[in-house]
């Protein structure tokens, strides 16, 4: 079933395009190629193919957690603009009635 130029006029109006007679006469055989490789796709016989997400599987590739020592606090702090009581002091961002 091929689409008409009326068919196309239809969906431009429902999808609030304006379109001109020019433009539906050359939508209406493209839009109809468009429908006819969709079909295409469900013809295919896949009730022996099992749904996917992708075409290759996928495999997380972890690293080993490996404890290394870390910076001294007191370092870490001296190069932090403002410290309190052994930690970074930042403004409050949240008021007294939260």
Do not use: C, K, W
């Amino acid at each position: 079933m091929a689409l008409t130029a009326a068919d196309v006029a239809r969906l431009g109006a429902l999808a609030r395009i304006r379109l001109t007679d020019e433009e539906l006469a050359h939508l209406a055989p493209q839009l109809d190629v468009i429908l006819a490789s969709v079909a295409s796709v469900a013809e295919l016989a896949t009730a022996d193919v099992p749904p996917t997400s992708h075409a290759l599987p996928l495999v997380n590739v972890y690293r080993a957690d490996v404890v290394t020592p870390s910076l001294p606090a007191a370092d870490v702090l001296a190069a932090a603009p403002a410290v309190e009581d052994g930690r970074f002091r930042v403004p409050r961002i949240l008021g007294e009635e939260s």
